[in-house]
């Protein structure tokens, strides 16, 4: 399904921007030019989703919603919605670096704005377009943007420690909030249109240019969601509004004590019998803004690992069976062939990777796991089938050029390993990483931004299991030479892709 090609992993909040942090504006299609003019084909972003505490995409308030912080001001007046006045007295925000917190804070007080003006202008053209997209995302869009505004109302309480009528969604409650609420959710409705706006012109534009967008699907959503508290009976919540078993990885490489992610697990009982239709609705969503779906921790459909939802730590729980193939089978009779890519890392048994391969779906390698104390030989290239994706890091890594650091610091076998595996000479030990991707048979590679940028730890994007100070990390463009896109284009042509 998948041609030889190669691309750049970048979430658009590290996008350079005057306004605090990455948005869909002019920086996002001067990145996809810079794509372009690479001979890149392929655009990696993690989930686009409004974030909440700790600001990670992979805890969203919904599954289906778009982020508002990526939202341009500078597209808004271009398209008329808003006067150039709500361009004016941007603070101080720091270039390299999102705060999230001063963001937040900006960006919704000029977003209040941008609805007010929209208010008064009354253009038909726009409203035509609100009015279409209402219609069109009515599955989530109503429930979504009523569950936000309450959650303000309650200063951003989780929806289980709201007034229980409300939490419980009683009729009478549900009206109420409608009613004293009716500025806040159509306010909320109208930023979901201004995402999905600038979110699909910008994608037009990449796809006009050759270049597809691989999209992010967690496979978990987070207890406190839209999601959760609409369609309570498809999740493992008790009758009182607590998880009640909970997901998570047992220990692993990432961390002596696993990974206690808190996401509520699935009744997949309940969920099998309308053939899915929460999933299917979500897959078609992710489809409307990516060409391809990475699907994070596919072990999952297998089996996963069910915690008890009061436990501290990942450490104690027990692997239930998924849904396994009845479920992508169900999807391949609605959607046909689904263009999946699946994450596969971690310590699985042999049933994922025979999950994986009867629907074809090309799973991942990351390079840095070949080598080190803890290498792993399935990672070195020479090993690869051609059905699989390479990187040389991902998000959840330390960067290419950190991870040598640590190499030289601790473990000079292992650094004597490299430089004769790859044939480095030493001096530029990223570059030698990359071309290591690029001449592998693996039909795709995708880079992070900050290895081609050759930055080191203070570059990196998320440190699993750290609650906090993680998804800040932006580039400038000075970082970006004519070097470092000649070298692109040549990898890109010697090695086909």
């Known amino acids: 399904m998948f041609e030889r090609s190669a691309g750049v992993l970048l979430h658009p909040t590290s996008l350079p921007s005057r306004f605090g942090i990455g948005d869909l504006g002019q920086n996002a299609y001067k990145f996809v030019d810079f794509l372009e003019e690479s001979k890149q084909k392929l655009w990696q972003v993690l989930p686009l989703g409004p974030t909440s505490f700790g600001d990670s995409p992979y805890q969203c308030l919904s599954a289906f919603a778009g982020n508002p912080l990526l939202i341009s001001f500078e597209k808004i007046v271009e398209d008329g919605i808003a006067s150039e006045s709500i361009l004016d007295d941007v603070p101080l925000f720091d270039e390299n670096f999102v705060e999230y917190g001063d963001v937040i804070e900006y960006k919704f007080e000029v977003l209040n704005e941008v609805f007010d003006q929209f208010k008064k202008n009354k253009s038909k053209e726009i409203e035509n377009k609100f009015l279409r997209f209402r219609q069109e995302e009515k599955y989530w869009l109503d429930d979504y943007c009523l569950f936000v505004a309450i959650k303000d109302y309650f200063d951003g309480k989780p929806w289980n420690e709201w007034n229980n009528d409300i939490a419980c969604r009683k009729e009478n409650a549900l009206n109420h909030y409608k009613d004293i ?49 609409v369609h309570r009976n498809l999740f493992e919540v008790t009758d009182d509004g607590k998880p009640l078993y909970i997901a998570g990885v047992p220990p692993d490489y990432f961390s002596p004590t696993g990974q206690r992610w808190g996401n509520p697990h699935y009744k997949w009982d309940v969920m099998e019998k309308d053939d899915y239709h929460w999933w299917r609705e979500r897959i078609k969503s992710l489809l409307k803004v990516s060409d391809i779906i990475r699907i994070d921790h596919f072990r999952g459909f297998y089996n996963y690992w069910k915690i008890d939802g009061d436990a501290p730590t990942a450490e104690k729980g027990e692997w239930v069976l998924g849904p396994g193939e009845k479920f992508f089978f169900t999807l391949e009779k609605y959607f046909g062939k689904l263009p999946i890519i699946a994450e596969d890392l971690g310590l699985l048994v042999e049933e994922v990777y025979k999950l994986r391969d009867k629907f074809d779906f090309p799973g991942m390698k990351i390079l840095q796991f070949a080598f080190g104390t803890n290498g792993e030989k399935k990672f070195l290239p020479h090993n690869y089938t051609r059905n699989c994706v390479v990187y040389t890091g991902s998000h959840d890594n330390d960067t290419t050029l950190g991870w040598w650091n640590s190499i030289q610091n ?3 076998d292992e650094k004597e390993f490299f430089l004769i595996y790859s044939g480095s000479d030493g001096k530029d030990i990223v570059r030698d990483m990359i071309r290591l991707a690029y001449s592998s048979v693996a039909d795709i590679v995708i880079i992070p931004m900050q290895d081609l940028l050759r930055l080191g730890s203070e570059a990196r994007m998320n440190f699993p299991g750290k609650p906090s100070g993680n998804w800040m990390w932006r580039f400038q463009w000075e970082q970006i030479s004519q070097n470092l896109i000649n070298e692109l284009k040549t990898f890109v042509e010697v090695f086909e892709r």
Do not use: M
């Open 410 to 412: 601790n473990d000079t």
């Open 181 to 229: 609420l009716k500025k806040e959710i159509e306010f909320h409705r109208f930023i979901q249109f201004l995402f999905f706006e600038q979110w699909n012109e910008l994608k037009a534009y990449a796809n006009s240019k050759g270049i597809k967008i691989i999209g992010d699907l967690p496979i978990f959503v987070a207890f406190d969601s839209s999601d959760v508290w």
